[in-house]
Structure formats: structure tokens, C-alpha cells
């Protein structure tokens, strides 16, 4: 690895801060520049610096054993116009019983689990805590179960405009009352 200027080395290091999803310590940033970590230290300071000076819409904090650009807090209103909460990934389970309320609302969770052949408890309950369905009634009959249907936030989560742009499903020979084929396993 070529010895590098110190500007190159700043520059380095910005990029670094940039792309790191973690704050990085500073014994980390001088191993992979092949520095002196108390040199880095000191760059970081002028990294600060700098972001100090020109008054950047970030900044570089010190955090959780390392160093990460933050976005300054006079801009967070502006910032959060665009920055909404991710949704991670969501789980094999989950997907499969988000598709069967998607093609099946409203829907009460046994008949979801008659459709998955498990119990979807788990499932629903983190769908719930996402935002992606919600309860919208109760079904007539013993112990009134509670009906599911997407939100909006589904759609905005698969990027449709309407769930008439859902896929159409494959038609198959169904193995339950509800139309639907039950994966062998």
C-alpha cells in the first residue's frame, strides 16, 4: 500500500465515515489506512474541523467507541421530509401470511392458518407492529374474530399505487375452502 499524503489520508478517512453503517473507532480507520492510530486521531479532529467551518449539514461525532457523520439537528425537520423509517426485512413467515391477507381481506387469523397450515401468530403480530395490516372488524360468529386487511403502508412498501396492481394469482386446483393450495412440506 503506497504511504499517503495527509490530505489523501483526510480524504480517506471522510470516505470511510461516509459509507460506514457503524460508528468506526479509530484503531480501525488507522489499520486500514496503515497509520498511526494517535495521527488518525488527529485527522479526525481536522475532519470535525472542517465540518465545523464550512458549516457542512453534517457533522462528525464522537459515538458508541467510534466516529460517524450525523446529520446536524437544525436540519432534521427538512431531513425528515425524505427519511422515513426503514422496514427491515421482513421474515419467510411473515411474507407468506402478508400474501394470503394481500389476495384474501378481509381475513381472520385461523383462516390464515388454515391457508399456511401453521399457526401465524408471531407473523401477524410483527405485520401488526409494522404497519402493514390492521384489524378492520370483527367477523359474525363464535368468539368474533378479528379481521385483517393491508394499510396503506403495504402498498407503499411494495411500491403499488392500488392492490388491483397486485399479481394475479395462478389458478390451482384448491385444497381448502378459501381457494388457495397448501405448500406440501
Do not use: H, W
Not at 467551518?53 to 425537520?77: K, Q
Amino acid at each position: 500500500m503506497p504511504t499517503l499524503f495527509p490530505d489523501d489520508a483526510k480524504s480517506i478517512i471522510e470516505a470511510l465515515l461516509f459509507v460506514a453503517n457503524e460508528p468506526m473507532p479509530a484503531k480501525l480507520i488507522a489499520e486500514i489506512i496503515n497509520r498511526d492510530e494517535e495521527e488518525v486521531i488527529a485527522l479526525l479532529k481536522d475532519v470535525r474541523a472542517d465540518c465545523e467551518r464550512d458549516r457542512r449539514g453534517f457533522y462528525l461525532v464522537e459515538v458508541a467507541g467510534g466516529y460517524s457523520y450525523a446529520t446536524r439537528p437544525e436540519y432534521a425537520d427538512y431531513v425528515e421530509k425524505i427519511v422515513k423509517p426503514r422496514l427491515s426485512s421482513l421474515s419467510q413467515a411473515a411474507l407468506e401470511t402478508l400474501a394470503i391477507i394481500a389476495y384474501g381481506q378481509p381475513i381472520t387469523r385461523s383462516e390464515i392458518d388454515e391457508i399456511r397450515g401453521v399457526k401465524s401468530d408471531s407473523a401477524v403480530y410483527t405485520l401488526l407492529e409494522r404497519g402493514l395490516i390492521e384489524e378492520v372488524g370483527r367477523k359474525d360468529g363464535p368468539g368474533r374474530p378479528a379481521l385483517f386487511a393491508t394499510t396503506p403502508g403495504f402498498l407503499k412498501y411494495l411500491g403499488l399505487k392500488t392492490l388491483e396492481d397486485l399479481p394475479q394469482l395462478k389458478q390451482t386446483e384448491p385444497d381448502n375452502e378459501y381457494g388457495y393450495e397448501r405448500e406440501q412440506e
